[in-house]
């Protein structure tokens, strides 16, 4: 690599970490710069970048990912034949200056992205301040009448979905990812924050790896795409894709996606995507109530659950089992310590605090009644 080539090189790898530092800095420091970067910048990414990769029928970001292991591997290989080869070690610091140069570049991008396109959106306004709902603390009642609520939902909507020859939900012959797209845009027609292109959601190749990570989807702010596990469950995967697309209009707080998700599917015109919706925001509501009742109060509710949520929640808990091991906590760990980084002060179960926003919701619900 020529001398001024390298010297452009470390001058864009250092233009790049520094804007990403300086993005950082600036959203946690400045009082408005989150909210103007949402508005202003990052739809900039995603009106440009995440539509032309959306034209990809696969996911860029798995493609990449295996693209930087393979290329490192062969790398390591090549710069230890130059190591043992008399006659090619001539050549092994050209190899290693040049290395070095790609890593940078790649690096110092990557970086840049997830400042610009994710990062910064965790110091925006939240969601409920937007919508003016109010966030306050549950109460086990409050908590036991969503679960009503929600159970009877779902009983209503569990003779309108299609089954499997398993009895198990199924989503065969939708088209899901459209479906998605349809129900966050018809989301986006009431408010006006969720309004806008939503790209095209990518399936996952290596979805069983996600599975051994515990992971149902994953955005990625350097390619701006929507990636999702698709060996889950088929009741799993439409609320699923429906959270990774809202992180696509900046709402990377989990607990946030979560609750868009959940209003998305439940704008569908399909039972199914309602049905994945509502058994999505029970699981999460059933789980936080758990905390508060006693054994016999929360025995005398799973009772009220219809056969066909049971089934399916059965058939979700048996697929995870499998995938419990090493792999799964040192992933969950590792969310976990990224999400608090993040200031999303309970890691992980940040993902269960859209209850919160579900409870807000009802709270509305019920002072217009």
């Excluded at 390591?76 to 570049?105: E, Q, T």
């Amino acid at each position: 690599m020529r001398k001024n080539l390298k010297i452009i090189v470390f001058l864009y790898s250092l233009c790049m970490m520094i804007a990403g530092v300086t993005i950082i800095l600036l959203s946690r420091n400045v009082a408005g710069f989150a909210e103007w970067h949402s508005e202003h910048i990052f739809p900039v990414f995603t009106n440009s970048v995440g539509m032309i990769f959306s034209l990809l029928p696969f996911s860029l970001f798995e493609v990449g990912v295996y693209t930087c292991i393979a290329g490192t591997l062969f790398y390591i290989i090549y710069l230890f034949i130059l190591l043992i080869v008399p006659s090619l070690r001539k050549k092994l610091k050209k190899a290693a200056i040049n290395g070095i140069c790609v890593f940078l570049v790649v690096l110092s991008t990557s970086f840049m992205m997830l400042a610009s396109n994710c990062i910064v959106n965790y110091d925006r306004a939240t969601y409920a301040q937007m919508t003016n709902q109010k966030i306050m603390p549950s109460t086990k009642e409050e908590l036991l009448s969503l679960c009503n609520i929600l159970i009877s939902d779902a009983k209503d909507l569990a003779g309108s979905i299609s089954v499997d020859e398993d009895g198990l939900f199924t989503t065969a012959g939708m088209d899901i990812k459209k479906e998605a797209r349809n129900s966050m845009q018809a989301l986006g027609e009431e408010n006006a924050i969720l309004s806008g292109h939503y790209p095209n959601p990518k399936p996952i190749l290596s979805s069983k790896l996600m599975s051994m990570m515990n992971l149902t989807g994953i955005y990625s702010p350097i390619t701006i795409e929507a990636n999702y596990n698709k060996d889950v469950l088929d009741y799993v995967m439409p609320y699923t894709i429906c959270h990774e697309l809202a992180h696509l209009k900046g709402f990377i707080r989990e607990d946030e996606a979560g609750f868009i998700a959940y209003a998305a599917c439940m704008k569908s015109e399909t039972p199914e995507f309602r049905y994945s919706g509502t058994l999505s925001a029970l699981e999460y509501t059933l789980t936080a109530y758990y905390r508060e009742a006693t054994s016999e109060e929360y025995a005398r509710l799973c009772v009220k659950i219809p056969e066909q949520v049971r089934r399916d929640i059965l058939a979700n808990n048996v697929y995870w089992q499998q995938y419990q091991g090493k792999i799964a906590g040192l992933a969950e760990k590792a969310n976990d310590s990224y999400l608090k980084v993040n200031a999303q002060e309970g890691g992980v179960k940040s993902y269960g605090r859209m209850v919160d926003l579900l409870l807000a919701e009802h709270r509305i619900g019920a002072e217009g009644i």
